[in-house]
């Protein structure tokens, strides 16, 4: 997509890596922007069913590059008010749109995920570590609040409050052992069985249909935010009802009572 955002379409599947390998991916203006056009050029893509994202090099994202000069630490005293909002947004884009588009997200982490590194993770539907991995709320570390571009809102749903809590209250980094154990992370594997663990997921995910599988997340997405069983089950009723009219359905029914792999139609 562009030198510091690499796009493979391998199939129905993009592997989005983030190219800046030298400063462990740091988010700088290009690579913010590269990321948040092209989350938001997915959410009328049905033809890109699943996304695979992951970082160049030995890390995943070390959050904001705090060499640039948008993050420089005389930015605050010179930059006017509304500009710095403007661009405190414009991260932030990256995390909704992740959320909003259709496909699932399969993060690959092999080194550190930091900050808004951290938060790219979290925003992820699914998470894959290898042994090396270790994340960090780091914001509160440098002189701001412990809560960023959505970590007050993902990591209590992860991992519950108390957990949360003191990660963001502290800074401390989780490393991959402990980040599968509090359920930060569903795998951890060496760096060499990365992506065989995630092609493993993907031809899991491969094997449902289109529609099925963009409003199974969509449905996740509704209820983790649910005020009652009877709102998340609302969704629910409706999703199924929705998917047992496609032709999708009918052909998975078929397949499944003819032991074959159904052939979807439905992008």
Known sequence: MTEVLLVEERGDV????????????ALNPDLVEALATYFESLYRRHDRRIVVLQGAG???????????GTADRDWAKTAPLQAGMATQRRIGDI?????????????VIQGAAAGGGLSLALASDIRIAGPRAKMNCAYIRIGLTGADMGSSYFLPRIVGMSMA???????????????????????VVENEHLETTAQGLIEH???TAPFSLRLSKEALGFAVDAPSLDAAMAMEDRQQIL???SKDHIEAMTAFLEKRDPEFGDK
């Open 205 to 207: 995910m491969l094997r």
């Open 58 to 68: 030995r890390g995943y994202c070390s959050g904001l590059d705090l060499t640039n």
């Open 14 to 25: 993009d592997w989005v890596t983030m190219n800046r390998p030298k400063s462990l991916n």
């Open 243 to 245: 998917t047992s009219q």
């Open 165 to 187: 809590s003191e990660l963001l209250l502290t800074g401390r980094f989780v490393h991959a052992d402990e980040a599968l154990r509090i359920g930060l992370v569903s795998h």
């Open 95 to 107: 995390y909704r749109a992740m959320r909003r588009c259709p496909q699932p997200i399969i993060s």
